[in-house]
């Protein structure tokens, strides 16, 4: 017979569960936490107890006004500059680092543009002096809690090592180990896929709070995807799954830096459209900047920005009236410079999607654009660093802390 969980194991899950509701969710009355958890009040209160002796959380009165008479019910709040995460983004021309406190607040951040090619060294070198500088900037009884790292390309799960990097000639590059060596925290940094990150942000804080089966479409140089099903990240069995942006849409089309031809990337993304749109060396523009100058010409009412809108859609509209009838997702969400070509090509993109797909799979499904913007991937990398915490509370910040306590005696 198979026995059931501890007491201890109920009450960490509990402890996680507690916690997360209030980072995800915002503070939380006693009452509003007992009823939403399907715990009874002595609980709750035993569990904040603990989250506030260990620094976690904070409990106060309610502020201002709809405060009800009589004995008010505690509010519970993360302890956000106490607690935090670093959250890394590699883009293909700029560089983000931010220090995310817990409930998602973003305490602090650096940004630094970068050449499409840059050497490693430099990446990891930008990386961790920007991190530093946040660190030195927090309170002094702070702690960080994790960090993770969002890259545009290919990400072996077993060890973080990036395999394909095409628009950033990186390849078979500890990236994570590299970063966490420079900056001395005593942490791993994880990498992850930018646009799984993007999923799980969008899903945690964005336009999929709610749903739990969501298709994200990233775009920036390249395309990328990730997928969320049954309310977790469908990884695949190394890590790679997702890799959208490779799904062949037009045999024989146009090259794609992965070595196969009319993959959605290359039909879909920046470079095509701006090659469409001829604007690909004109106007010196390039990265979101040059795909929203091409959307906003359509807008004004040029032919040639409107037809290559239209093209670049068309292309789109296949791959998602693909996955639609593969995934049955109920909503799919554009990120990266594919917000702005599904607002500018919005009606090609539904027109392909209601003769493309099945009947069935497509009829509840939404189409909406990244609630998060571009801070989408910097917000699930910050979701990805707190997962540790958020599940087991208590003994991660011990464990964290354990070192500084030492050094004091």
């Given at each position: 017979?198979?026995a059931?969980?501890s007491?201890e194991?109920?009450?960490?899950?509990?402890?996680?569960?507690?916690?997360?509701?209030?980072?995800?969710?915002g503070?939380?009355?006693?009452?509003?936490?007992?009823?939403?958890l399907?715990?009874?009040?002595s609980?709750?209160?035993?569990?904040?107890?603990?989250?506030?002796?260990?620094?976690?959380?904070?409990?106060e009165?309610?502020?201002?006004?709809?405060?009800?008479?009589g004995?008010?019910?505690?509010?519970?709040?993360?302890?956000?500059?106490?607690?935090?995460?670093?959250?890394?983004?590699?883009?293909?021309?700029?560089?983000?680092?931010?220090?995310?406190?817990?409930?998602?607040?973003?305490?602090d951040?650096?940004?630094?543009s970068?050449?499409?090619?840059?050497?490693?060294?430099?990446?990891?070198?930008?990386?961790?002096?920007?991190?530093?500088?946040?660190?030195r900037k927090?309170?002094?009884d702070?702690?960080?809690?994790?960090?993770?790292?969002g890259?545009?390309g290919?990400?072996?799960?077993?060890?973080?090592?990036?395999?394909?990097g095409?628009?950033?000639?990186?390849?078979?590059?500890?990236?994570?180990?590299?970063?966490?060596?420079?900056?001395?925290?005593?942490?791993?940094?994880?990498?992850?896929?930018?646009?799984?990150?993007?999923?799980?942000?969008?899903?945690?804080r964005?336009?999929?709070?709610g749903?739990?089966?969501?298709?994200?479409?990233?775009?920036?140089?390249g395309?990328?995807?990730?997928?969320?099903?049954?309310?977790?990240?469908?990884?695949?069995?190394?890590?790679?799954?997702?890799?959208?942006?490779?799904?062949v849409?037009n045999?024989?089309?146009?090259?794609?830096?992965?070595?196969?031809?009319?993959?959605?990337?290359?039909?879909?993304?920046?470079?095509?459209?701006?090659?469409?749109?001829?604007r690909?060396?004109?106007?010196?523009q390039?990265?979101?900047?040059?795909v929203?100058?091409?959307?906003d010409?359509?807008?004004?009412?040029?032919?040639?920005?409107?037809?290559?809108l239209?093209?670049?859609?068309?292309?789109?509209?296949?791959?998602?009236?693909?996955?639609?009838?593969?995934?049955?997702?109920g909503?799919?969400?554009?990120?990266?410079?594919?917000?702005?070509?599904?607002?500018?090509?919005?009606?090609?993109?539904?027109?392909?999607?209601a003769?493309g797909?099945?009947?069935?799979?497509?009829?509840?499904?939404?189409?909406?654009?990244?609630?998060?913007?571009?801070?989408?991937?910097?917000?699930?990398?910050a979701?990805?660093?707190?997962?540790?915490?958020?599940a087991?509370?208590?003994?991660?910040?011990?464990?964290?802390?354990a070192?500084?306590?030492?050094?004091?005696?």
């Amino acid at each position: 017979m198979r026995a059931g969980p501890s007491q201890e194991d109920v009450r960490r899950h509990n402890l996680g569960t507690l916690l997360r509701f209030v980072h995800l969710r915002g503070p939380a009355s006693r009452a509003t936490l007992a009823e939403s958890l399907g715990l009874n009040r002595s609980t709750i209160m035993a569990l904040t107890a603990d989250l506030t002796a260990a620094g976690l959380v904070r409990e106060e009165l309610p502020r201002g006004p709809g405060r009800r008479a009589g004995r008010p019910s505690l509010v519970v709040r993360p302890e956000s500059t106490r607690v935090y995460v670093l959250a890394f983004e590699v883009g293909v021309d700029r560089l983000v680092i931010a220090r995310v406190g817990l409930g998602g607040v973003v305490l602090d951040r650096r940004e630094a543009s970068r050449t499409r090619g840059s050497d490693p060294a430099e990446i990891v070198g930008t990386l961790a002096a920007g991190a530093r500088s946040l660190v030195r900037k927090s309170e002094r009884d702070a702690v960080c809690v994790g960090a993770a790292l969002g890259f545009p390309g290919t990400v072996r799960r077993a060890d973080d090592a990036i395999r394909f990097g095409p628009n950033l000639d990186i390849g078979d590059l500890p990236l994570g180990d590299a970063l966490s060596r420079r900056l001395g925290l005593g942490l791993p940094v994880s990498v992850c896929n930018d646009a799984n990150l993007g999923a799980l942000a969008e899903h945690a804080r964005g336009a999929g709070v709610g749903c739990d089966n969501l298709i994200y479409l990233h775009g920036d140089v390249g395309v990328g995807g990730g997928i969320i099903a049954h309310g977790r990240l469908l990884g695949g069995d190394e890590g790679y799954g997702g890799e959208i942006g490779h799904m062949v849409v037009n045999p024989g089309g146009r090259p794609c830096a992965c070595g196969s031809r009319g993959c959605l990337e290359a039909e879909v993304g920046e470079r095509t459209l701006l090659a469409h749109a001829d604007r690909a060396e004109a106007h010196g523009q390039s990265g979101r900047d040059a795909v929203r100058a091409v959307v906003d010409a359509a807008d004004r009412g040029d032919i040639v920005a409107r037809e290559a809108l239209h093209r670049v859609g068309t292309w789109l509209g296949f791959g998602v009236a693909n996955l639609v009838n593969v995934l049955n997702p109920g909503l799919v969400v554009f990120g990266g410079t594919l917000r702005d070509i599904y607002l500018g090509a919005a009606a090609q993109i539904r027109s392909v999607l209601a003769t493309g797909a099945l009947a069935a799979p497509r009829e509840k499904v939404r189409l909406r654009t990244a609630a998060l913007g571009d801070d989408t991937t910097l917000v699930g990398a910050a979701e990805f660093a707190f997962a540790e915490v958020l599940a087991d509370p208590i003994q991660v910040l011990a464990r964290l802390r354990a070192p500084e306590d030492s050094s004091v005696h």
